[in-house]
């Protein structure tokens, strides 16, 4: 089956810092969205993004279907952007294959 | 409401227990999906409805686990017999399409949306 791979694992930042998110797929995939689990375990849309560049405020994401691989860039972090950071990826049968997550901590 | 609704919130069982765990989706939307989550992993795909009918099962983990739509919008998971690796959040997905028009490309915008997640104890 498909792989998904995200890297780093963990990420600490300091508070105002800019930072990148990859995703690695092993195979062409239909879709591929990014999601934030905050600490209160809730998974939340930040974009539904199979090609291309999107932008909405501080995060953008850009993914390169061609070349098997996504990145989700955090500008000016904030203490609210903590939480873990999932990648999934769509399968020919619509359900979602996720990555493992990094795991990100901002201090302030 | 305008999300997708899961309830409870938490749950805490007995081994060998009986739990049943409710997903209510976006009105409307057709595909619907359960996911596991163990602990500090990526949620992992257990079965799939397109409205009423469960159309790929293949990632629940056992024939004690079971889940129904039989109206094609609310879903039930249920867990028999309850061991203490089910422990895990539960967590339920709607999408308006179905897997055919996501491949056609019919309606281009087509992200699974999450519920809160059930979180299950099993002691």
């Known amino acids: 089956g498909i792989q998904v791979e995200q890297s780093p694992p963990d990420l600490i930042l300091q508070e105002g810092a800019n930072s990148t998110l990859r995703c690695n797929f092993s195979?062409?995939?239909?879709?591929l969205q990014w999601f934030h689990q905050n600490p209160w375990g809730q998974l939340i849309n930040l974009f539904y993004?199979?090609?291309g560049t999107k932008q909405n405020g501080r995060l953008s994401a850009t993914t390169v279907a061609t070349e098997r691989y996504s990145l989700l860039y955090i500008s000016s972090s904030q203490t609210t952007d903590s939480g873990v950071y999932f990648c999934a990826v769509t399968s020919n049968t619509g359900k979602l294959i996720f990555g493992q997550g990094t795991t990100l901590q901002v201090k302030p | 409401g305008a999300g997708v609704s899961q309830s409870p919130r938490y749950k805490v069982a007995k081994r060998g227990q009986d739990v049943a765990l409710r997903c209510d989706p976006i009105s409307g939307h057709v595909s619907l999906f359960w996911y596991q989550q163990a602990l500090g992993q990526g949620p992992e795909f257990l079965t799939y409805?397109?409205?009423?009918?469960?159309?790929?099962k293949s990632g629940l983990p056992s024939d004690r686990f079971f889940a129904e739509r039989p109206e094609g919008s609310v879903s039930t998971l249920k867990i028999q017999r309850t061991q203490q690796e089910d422990s895990a959040v539960y967590l339920c997905a709607s999408r308006e399409g179905s897997a055919l028009s996501v491949l056609r490309s019919r309606h281009f915008n087509q992200p699974q949306h999450f519920g809160d997640g059930t979180r299950l104890s099993i002691l």
């Open positions: 409805f397109q409205n009423e009918a469960q159309l790929d």
């Open positions: 195979d062409s995939v239909n879709n």
């Open positions: 993004i199979p090609s």
